[in-house]
């Protein structure tokens, strides 16, 4: 009995003691900043990598620590749900427009903040336009790792297969040639190639260059797809590329197998965003020496050249934040100066910062380009806005591409699905 | 031993709440949400507009959502006729006495103990892959050209491929249950009906199906559920957008719950509609099984 009175004040004793020394640590622990961070990265990715360490030299610098909480790209999903419920985010990133148009409620107006730092003069115009857009001028995001889209080349395939810098096209018809060049050049080696989640650019860039994003948008919801003659002309352009044998056989490929054809040194063209350069080291290991050129201007098209499908991540403040100019501090020393700089080295993606003028050699080529971009398209041109629609639409692309269906056939399954 | 009610309210009680809380809230608040609109899954309820029917009506005259519907109800009749019949096949063969039973059993529920997205990754990049499969290898070794540039991830033929890998790696947990009920079953009618002079095929029909009807309704109780919430597969088939061939009622129901890539618009009451009807699906296909296996008089 007495063991037993002896162990019951032993145990009060040391429950005495951690309650004692866990407060200890809990006061101590209110006593530091913190803020909460939910990121659209998982840990071990070389972005994730390069805002920990901003975090750490921001924890250094002001004494705030960053409590990262590496989401992934399950943020989207995530993020509504646990604001609504009253979880403590004081920050968290996303693809850009998704952060302004399905989240900007939960956000507060960055203008001031963005003033006082002088911040607005780092964001590139085309990207700050259309934040603002979204946010009906409101400042509601920082827009980081920026995005365009053209076609990207293996240059050393290109001078392979007998081509040189005069060959690379501004036009559809030039496009054409240089494919036909390189397939009737004895090279054996695939004009250009694409992946099947990827058939939507292609037939979008085509399309939009026709008519313009806004009269895509039209097509798309009003189902006029048989009333635009360009909607057709669109498609057999495109469907031409594979029938001509212009496409890798294997395209549309699974995955990303049809890209990884430029880095196995069988295909030298892909119509894809700037992160396919490094997407492509990171499967096939190889080093490619890259060119790019925007999609080209067809004949008697609404938009030129000027016209790209452009984007970026971005970081959005909560409003019920109570350290929201620390968040914005933080955020900050990842959209611009020595950070960004480092995002797109490690990453070979778009400095976001417009101070940081040294874009990492693999997308050097899109740098000029980019500079001219005045008209920013949607994501696929908007093909994968309507919930009931998109995949109707790739579908009938897969069919287009693989010449399952004429594009007579094309245009009338699309504008007979949504009736 | 005396009953203490009030012992038994107390130690149930904290397991009833978190069930109320956890389990029946999320439920009542979906089949509400059904009938409403909102931005977003968790907008509050003053938020949400009141729509009737609307969802459900709009549903059905959604064709991607019927096209949704129809790939779930052919995975469920085509995938379940060929599940069902390999599951019972094996697991005939391994009570008949085959040399090492337990082997043999370990070998065909080994898929299920492999996480779905390694299984599925295996067979998209090993065995479907168009360029280095080995289907297209055994026909290219075959020289049959054609077959091998079969394209098993484009076009109608994803949807084969989706349905023939899913239903692989189920068998192995069907057959599980038929060997558990089969092996249930009293060798007596056996022995009597081998010294009557029946085969082992008029055994298998005369004595072992019809003895296997509670079997049948719990396995098509389990292969409906795992039907009707088929989603991490088709996610793996198609996972940057989804796709005709291989969307399911549940993918589509994510999609306008939670929006998916390229800012695609939601619509979670619509999605809660769907969810609602996905389990009155259940309940339909539960209370078929139940009409059509009546429990009989049969005991053993």
């Known amino acids: 009995m007495k063991k037993k009175q002896i162990m019951s004040v032993l145990l009060c004793g040391v429950m005495a003691v951690t309650t004692f020394a866990a407060t200890g640590v809990s006061a101590q622990a209110a006593d530091k900043k913190e803020l909460t961070y939910w990121s659209m990265w998982n840990s071990t990715e070389n972005q994730a990598k390069v805002i920990q360490e901003a975090a750490d030299a921001y924890e250094e610098a002001t004494g705030i620590h960053v409590n990262i909480e590496w989401k992934g790209r399950d943020v989207k999903t995530m993020i509504g749900a646990a604001l609504d419920a009253g979880e403590a985010i004081d920050l968290f990133d996303d693809d850009f427009q998704r952060v302004v148009e399905q989240d900007g409620k939960y956000l507060v107006d960055l203008t001031e903040m963005a003033a006082a730092a002088d911040y607005e003069k780092h964001i590139m115009p085309v990207l700050l336009d259309q934040a603002k857009k979204w946010g009906d001028d409101k400042l509601l995001v920082m827009p980081y790792q920026p995005y365009t889209t053209g076609v990207w080349y293996n240059k050393d395939l290109w001078e392979e297969a007998g081509l040189t810098d005069e060959d690379v096209p501004e036009t559809w018809d030039e496009l054409v040639a240089a494919c036909k060049k390189i397939k009737e050049g004895g090279s054996g080696l695939n004009p250009m190639t694409c992946d099947s989640d990827f058939v939507n650019l292609l037939y979008g860039f085509q399309l939009a260059r026709y008519v313009g994003q806004d009269k895509v948008m039209d097509i798309i919801n009003n189902c006029e797809w048989a009333d635009v003659p360009e909607a057709k002309k669109a498609a057999e352009e495109i469907q031409s590329l594979f029938s001509e044998g212009y496409m890798s056989e294997y395209a549309p490929a699974n995955g990303t197998d049809g890209q990884s054809e430029i880095g196995y040194g069988e295909s030298i063209m892909v119509l894809q965003a700037s992160w396919v350069p490094n997407e492509i080291i990171q499967t096939t290991g190889t080093e490619v020496n890259w060119g790019f050129f925007p999609w080209p201007a067809v004949e008697g098209g609404t938009d030129g050249i000027e016209g790209s499908m452009v984007g970026s991540q971005g970081f959005g403040i909560v409003a019920k934040s109570e350290m929201q100019q620390e968040a914005f501090d933080f955020a900050l020393s990842v959209c611009t100066g020595e950070y960004d700089l480092k995002m797109a080295e490690s990453v070979n993606s778009i400095p976001a910062d417009t101070d940081n003028t040294q874009w990492p050699a693999a997308i050097l080529g899109a740098e000029p380009f980019f500079k001219n971009v005045t008209k920013s398209y949607m994501w696929a041109v908007g093909f994968q806005t309507n919930a009931d629609y998109k995949e109707i639409i790739q579908e009938h692309l897969i069919n287009l591409a693989t010449q399952k269906e004429t594009p007579d056939e094309f245009i009338e399954a699309l504008a007979a699905a949504k009736k | ?300």
Not at chain 2, 83 to 104: E, H, M
Not at chain 2, 156 to 162: C, H, N, V
Not at chain 2, 224 to 250: A, D, K, L, R
């Open chain 2, 1 to 300: 031993m005396k009953k203490n009610k009030t012992m038994i309210i107390c130690f149930t009680l904290p397991a009833t709440i978190v069930f109320l809380v956890m389990f029946l809230y999320p439920v009542i608040r979906t089949a509400m949400m059904s009938f409403f609109t909102m931005a977003s899954v968790s907008d509050s309820m003053s938020t949400w507009e009141f729509v009737g029917l609307a969802n459900y009506a709009e549903l059905l005259k959604t064709s991607i959502f019927m096209t949704a519907m129809k790939n779930m109800l052919m995975i469920w009749l085509i995938g379940g006729i060929g599940v069902i019949f390999f599951a019972l096949l094996f697991a005939v063969i391994l009570t008949n006495g085959v040399r090492a039973k337990s082997f043999w059993r370990a070998i065909i529920y080994l898929p299920n103990i492999i996480s779905a997205v390694a299984f599925a990754n295996m067979w998209i990049y090993y065995i479907f892959q168009k360029r280095f499969g080995m289907i297209h290898n055994i026909f290219a070794t075959l020289g049959l050209d054609k077959l091998a540039r079969t394209d098993y991830m484009n076009g109608d033929m994803k949807f084969w491929s989706l349905l023939i890998a899913f239903s692989f790696g189920s068998v192995g947990y069907f057959m599980l249950i038929f060997l558990s009920g089969i092996e249930r079953l009293p060798q007596d009618y056996y022995e009597a009906a081998t010294i009557d002079g029946a085969n082992k095929l008029q055994q298998f029909f005369h004595i072992t199906l019809p003895l296997l009807k509670g079997v049948f309704k719990t396995i098509l109780t389990f292969w409906t559920v795992s039907v009707v919430g088929f989603f991490v597969w088709s996610q793996m088939w198609s996972p940057v957008n989804s796709e005709s061939q291989t969307i399911t009622p549940v993918v589509y129901m994510y999609n306008i719950v939670f929006g998916n890539t390229g800012m695609s618009e939601r619509m979670p009451g619509k999605g809660a509609a769907v969810g609602i009807l996905m389990a009155l699906v259940v309940l339909l296909i539960f209370f078929l099984v139940n009409r059509l296996f009546r429990e009989d008089d049969l005991e053993f």
